[in-house]
């Protein structure tokens, strides 16, 4: 079982890479998520690599030094691609075997690396100077609806009276997403133009949103697939994610508003969707396991090919995620980026073992690399609410920013900046980094 607690999450080791053990440090020895880098500047393909305090540990170098043995060296050698998709392939045991040898050769005491008289520049040089990439060839990307709180807050500013509609107690909603424009984090968003309806009107217009949103997310990577026709346990389900990352669901609300009966979101969400440059596995989570959150009383239990039966204890994730964002103005005056919002993936209604064996329920083959959403990740309390709809009680309560600036919407320059993490009594705290994107103005012919 790769998933157990062990001594990879001891929470009194330390790493000789001195940036790792620094509190608050999203990546220490407990972690080491899995990105795609490249040296700022370097005539080389863009490669796997795992970060460790504010260093890079290079894969695919490490592997042509023989630093690797056995199955951590077959995991490695799955690495050599400008994707994580084959690491993906091959399954939770390859990925922890890599984890763990990483974890040795990064252990305080351990010699091997800095044996190389090139380690800080060639086998693990620094974050900061490195571009970091997409981690995966996403084929395709599906976006849920996990958080009753959010369904329940966005569902009533559209139907007061019955928000949530009686499907969602029994389905895991969702939506088929565009995996084509999912960028990485740091990557700039242009504002969307499209069609809109004024509520004052009856002639729609074509032109840039007026209500551009975020969404706080979490995102699961599919690790192996199933094949077409061939749904999975949700026994299995766990083994077949291979990690998480944090999703920014760009949203433009007009938009979204005017085109979504009855088919659902469309071009209101397939301009961009920004994800972190870093996956932590599901083995890297196992301390943060949790129950998922009791349900409402009075509501079903999951149906039996949703019921995780005594598994259930370990089935959800009790990751913070937090949105910040930072003005044009605010940037200028050098006032910090304001948060707007922290949520609790524990308060979410279904788990990534519920929506992974949801999705594949009817057959539809799931692939390596393949990204899920959670939908807005949101909460009991206003300071939970994850994205400005709920915020701003859709745009009618503007939030005050410090500096004095008010947000219906995001302006043109503002940056969203996502933040995640974990916090368990007893365990290192782990991060998952951030996912920033700053907004550039509608292109001048829309
Ligand atoms: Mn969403």
Not at 370 to 383: A, F, I, Q
Request: glycine fraction near 10%.
């Amino acid at each position: 079982m790769s998933r157990a607690i062990d001594e990879t999450h001891d929470a009194s080791r330390r790493s000789w890479v001195e940036s790792a053990n620094r509190a608050g440090c999203d990546f220490p020895l407990q972690n080491l998520p899995f990105g795609i880098f490249r040296r700022r500047g370097a005539d080389e393909p863009p490669r796997a690599g795992v970060a460790i305090g504010d260093r890079i540990v290079d894969v695919t170098a490490c592997q042509t030094t023989g630093l690797f043995t056995d199955s951590a060296a077959t995991a490695a050698e799955a690495c050599t691609e400008p994707t994580l998709n084959r690491l993906m392939a091959l399954g939770p045991d390859a990925a922890s075997a890599l984890r763990r040898e990483l974890w040795r050769l990064l252990l305080d005491g351990d010699e091997r690396v800095r044996a190389h008289a090139d380690w800080e520049t060639r086998l693990v040089p620094g974050m900061a100077t490195a571009e970091l990439f997409c981690p995966a060839e996403i084929g395709d990307f599906t976006d849920f609806f996990s958080s009753l709180h959010h369904a329940t807050n966005a569902g009533r500013l559209f139907r007061p009276d019955n928000p949530v509609l009686p499907n969602y107690r029994h389905v895991p909603v969702g939506y088929h997403g565009r995996a084509s424009s999912v960028v990485v984090g740091g990557t700039a968003i242009r504002r969307p133009a499209g069609q809109t309806m004024a509520d004052d009107s009856d002639q729609p217009v074509f032109g840039p949103t007026k209500a551009l949103d975020y969404e706080a997310e979490l995102g699961f990577f599919v690790g192996r697939g199933n094949a077409l026709g061939s749904p999975r346990d949700i026994r299995d389900a766990d083994d077949c994610l291979f990690g998480m990352c944090l999703v920014n669901d760009w949203s433009a609300r007009d938009i979204q508003k005017w085109e979504a009966r009855p088919l659902g979101p469309f071009l209101a969400k397939s301009f961009a969707t920004s994800v972190s440059p870093w996956i932590v596995t599901f083995e890297a989570l196992a301390p943060f396991r949790v129950p998922p959150s009791a349900r409402p009383e009075g509501d079903p239990a999951p149906l039996a090919y949703l019921d995780h039966g005594p598994a259930s204890e370990r089935a959800g994730v009790d990751v913070r995620i937090e949105a910040y964002v930072s003005t044009r103005n605010m940037r200028a005056s050098d006032i910090p980026p304001a948060r707007l919002s922290l949520g609790h993936a524990r308060d979410l209604y279904w788990t990534p073992g519920q929506l992974l064996t949801h999705h594949a329920s009817n057959g539809c083959d799931m692939h390596p690399g393949d990204l899920m959403g959670s939908g807005t990740v949101s909460g009991p309390e206003r300071e939970n609410e994850g994205c400005l709809l709920e915020l701003t009680r859709g745009g009618r309560e503007p939030v005050t920013l410090p500096g004095g600036e008010t947000r219906r919407f995001l302006a043109d320059g503002d940056e969203v900046i996502l933040k995640g993490y974990c916090e368990a009594e007893g365990f290192a705290r782990i991060g998952f980094g951030e996912c920033r994107a700053r907004i550039l103005p509608a292109q001048a012919n829309s």
